[in-house]
C-alpha cells in the first residue's frame, strides 16, 4: 500500500501549483482522501478532505476558495489545484486516506495512512 504526493515545487506569491496524489496497492476509489500539510514547527493542519465518490467535498478556512480538491477514480489519483498561493501555505504537503466513510469534522483525525510528501514554497 503506498501514496505518493507529487507536485510541489517553488513559486511565487499569487500563482499556483497542482499537486496530485497517486495510489498503489490498493483502489482509491472505496475511500475517502484527504491532503494535510506541516510547516516548519507548526502543527499538523489539514487542508481538504473528499468523499469516495467525489460528491462531496470539505476546507479548511485558511484555503477555502483558493484550493479544490477532486479525484479521478481512473486514474487512482486525487488531485489538489492550489491557486492564489501565499506565503503562509509553504509547508510539506502529504495526501492521506480516511479510515471512516466521510470527511471527519477536524481533517486531521481519523487518518490511517499517507505517504512522503511534497514541499511546496511560496516566496518571492
Known amino acids: 500500500v503506498q501514496l505518493q504526493a507529487s507536485g510541489g515545487g517553488l513559486v511565487q506569491p499569487g500563482g499556483s501549483l497542482r499537486l496530485s496524489c497517486a495510489a498503489s496497492g490498493f483502489t482509491l476509489d472505496n475511500y475517502v482522501i484527504g491532503w494535510f500539510r506541516q510547516a516548519p514547527g507548526k502543527e499538523r493542519e489539514g487542508v481538504s478532505c473528499?468523499?469516495?465518490?467525489?460528491?462531496?467535498?470539505r476546507y479548511a478556512v485558511s484555503v477555502k476558495g483558493r484550493f479544490t480538491i477532486s479525484r479521478d477514480n481512473t486514474k487512482n489519483t486525487v488531485y489538489l489545484q492550489m491557486n492564489s498561493l501565499k506565503p503562509e501555505d509553504t509547508a510539506v504537503y502529504y495526501c492521506?486516506?480516511?479510515?471512516?466513510?466521510?470527511?471527519?469534522?477536524?481533517?486531521?483525525?481519523?487518518?490511517?495512512?499517507w505517504g512522503k510528501g511534497t514541499e511546496v514554497t511560496v516566496s518571492s
Open positions: 492521506a486516506k480516511y479510515r471512516v466513510a466521510y470527511c471527519p469534522g477536524t481533517m486531521t483525525y481519523d487518518m490511517d495512512y
Open positions: 473528499i468523499s469516495s465518490s467525489g460528491g462531496s467535498t
